[in-house]
């Protein structure tokens, strides 16, 4: 995802990152910070293409996440 992203194939890296969430919450769920760490990389996308409405939704939904599993004083929850 992140090399189709940089070379500014957005559409593609998005569909990447898509496949890798949905892989990721039937795996371990939908509360785990692998799970967390991929919406964050959807997000970025997102945000690329100008749907900053829609990154900001994966972002607190990523931020939910790593607040629940990590708490909220967790270093990974201040880069969220």
């Not at 892989?23 to 990389?41: F, I, K, S, Y």
């Amino acid at each position: 995802g992140q090399a189709v992203q940089a070379l500014g194939r957005f559409a593609e890296a998005e569909a990447i990152y898509r496949r890798a969430l949905a892989a990721l919450v039937a795996a371990r769920g939908d509360a785990h910070p692998l799970v967390a760490t991929a919406r964050n990389n959807l997000a970025w996308v997102l945000a690329a293409q100008g749907r900053f409405a829609d990154a900001e939704a994966q972002n607190r939904l990523a931020l939910a996440v790593d607040e629940k599993v990590l708490g909220a004083a967790h270093g990974a929850v201040a880069r969220d």
